[in-house]
């Protein structure tokens, strides 16, 4: 059945005259500002009378350097819609284009001899070039972020190959949605293979069901994963794709590994990929991590004894029942432990918990009840605010946790669990994860599981930090909690 909601593939700030246009007038008016600063504030260096100059012996200069920022950011690529391209990649090459830029102003001044030119103008030009566009591009990225998480500017990706690559490309995209990529699902080797669901995303039966789903579910980019022993099958995918207009990637097969454990080398113009094994969370990686939950915590600590003492009070004032409660649950490489929160729902609540997720039909392996009977009055406003696992700071403490990382189950849904699913649990659990900043309790398992082991993948310390800075406006929304 076709999928009836297709949004526009492509947004206005996709359009090839957008950011050459907005580079051209940041251009100018960095000239114009820098002109402002140079002749009207005078900063580090006096105008004397008889150097003072208007604004028009300028334009020439503006006119070329405009030209060569065009043809320089063209021929980097700057212009293309490079999907995943990082701000300081974008930045990097707006900063040689000005150096590059710059140099040649100055070449042309010490050529010609202008009676009127500023070099040390020039320079301001420079630094106000690089701030003014690399800020376009921080507008740009924040409304392209917009745009798509309201469907716009999105692509419908389909990925072939339901093996650990094809997982891996699924993860990835899940994982960074800003990037603008939604998984609509996957085809496998064989029908077997493509039946299962990862959460939302379809499992679509074999590869030969290629044309029918490009056709069904308007399928924008399609991403081969399978290995190269099938290249005649990748051949005809390729084909089938370029008929209908489809955009097609191959994933090499190597890059199971991951990129980060692939270091590209050159042997005499032999090009050779050498696996440095690179694990992000080992050896020193871990103390920074370990030090980073510390100081925080140390930092909140007056804030969270005050919430700590008033929550324990109303959870007393409401039944006089304990203020805690611990569960068994999974940790680093399968090692139980006692995880603490505060009671948020009635005395022996567990006791009931089977039935409940008979009752509503419920996933066993991450059982979320919307509206559970079993939670208290007190329970229902600190768990919409996620108080309640607060007391996880105590394990976090005594470093059985970390502030981020997958959330930790139960043994009995790690009894559940596929050999995949176990890739979590190679890392200590954290009280916020992707899976929190990306609809919580909303997300499917097999969708938390795919961002979980991302995060084990791509760990470092700024990704620690987005995700601690987007947990706080997702709390305060109370999305997804219940």
């Known amino acids: 059945m ?17 950011m050459p246009t907005v580079d051209a007038l940041l251009a100018f008016a960095a000239f114009g500002i820098a002109y402002f600063v140079r002749y009207e504030l005078q900063l580090i260096a006096p105008v004397l009378e008889f150097n003072r100059a208007p604004f028009e012996p300028y334009l020439p200069y503006t006119i070329v350097y405009i030209i060569w920022l065009y043809l320089n950011y063209r021929g980097s690529g700057l212009y293309k819609n490079i999907r995943g391209r990082s701000w300081l990649d974008e930045s990097y090459t707006i900063l040689n284009g000005v150096t590059n830029a710059t140099v040649v102003l100055l070449a042309i001044s010490f050529a010609f001899q202008p009676l009127v030119f500023s070099r040390l103008m020039i320079l301001y030009v420079a630094a106000i070039t690089i701030v003014l566009l690399s800020l376009a591009r921080v507008v740009r990225r924040t409304i392209q972020a917009r745009l798509r998480a309201r469907g716009i500017g999105v692509q419908r990706v389909l990925v072939v190959g339901g093996g650990e690559i094809g997982r891996s490309v699924l993860r990835t995209m899940v994982a960074r949605r800003a990037q603008g990529f939604l998984p609509i699902g996957y085809l496998g080797e064989n029908e077997e293979d493509g039946s299962v669901d990862l959460g939302r995303l379809k499992g679509l039966g074999s590869m030969d069901n290629l044309a029918s789903v490009l056709r069904e579910h308007h399928v924008d980019h399609v991403v081969i994963t399978l290995a190269w022993t099938h290249h005649d099958q990748i051949l005809k995918m390729i084909r089938i794709c370029q008929q209908r207009g489809v955009e097609v990637s191959v994933v090499p097969e190597v890059f199971q590994l991951n990129l980060k454990q692939v270091q590209v080398e050159n042997l005499d113009g032999i090009p050779l990929l050498r696996v440095n094994g690179h694990v992000p969370l080992k050896g020193s990686n871990r103390l920074i991590k370990r030090a980073m939950d510390l100081i ?8 969270l004894l005050l919430m ?13 029942g304990k203020v805690f409660y611990k569960q068994r649950r999974v940790g680093e490489n399968g090692r139980e432990f006692d995880m603490i929160k505060f009671r948020s729902m009635i005395p022996d609540a567990d006791k009931l918990r089977a039935d409940l997720i008979k009752t509503h039909e419920l ?10 009977p079993r939670v208290t009055k007190v329970g229902r406003v600190i768990r919409k605010l996620s108080i309640d696992e607060l007391p996880n700071l105590i394990n976090v403490f005594t470093g059985q946790m970390s502030l981020v990382g997958p959330r930790p189950p139960t043994p009995d849904e790690v009894s559940l669990y596929e050999a995949w699913h176990l890739q979590r649990l190679q890392v200590k659990p954290g009280m916020t994860g992707l899976w929190q900043i990306s609809g919580r309790s909303e997300v499917p398992f ?3 599981c795919l961002m979980d082991i991302y995060y084990i993948e791509n760990w ?19 999305s997804g909690a219940y």
């Open 296 to 303: 925080l915590i140390g930092a909140m600590s007056p804030l």
């Open 363 to 372: 996933d066993p392996r991450h059982p979320k009840i919307k509206d559970d």
């Open 2 to 18: 076709a999928t009836k909601d297709v949004r526009p593939t492509t947004s206005w700030l996709e359009k090839p005259w957008l």
């Open 308 to 320: 700590f003492g008033l929550v324990a009070l109303a959870i007393r004032l409401e039944d006089n």
């Open 460 to 478: 470092s310390v700024g990704l620690d930090a987005q995700i601690l800075f987007m947990t706080i406006p997702r709390v305060l929304l109370r």
């Open 446 to 448: 097999d969708e938390m």
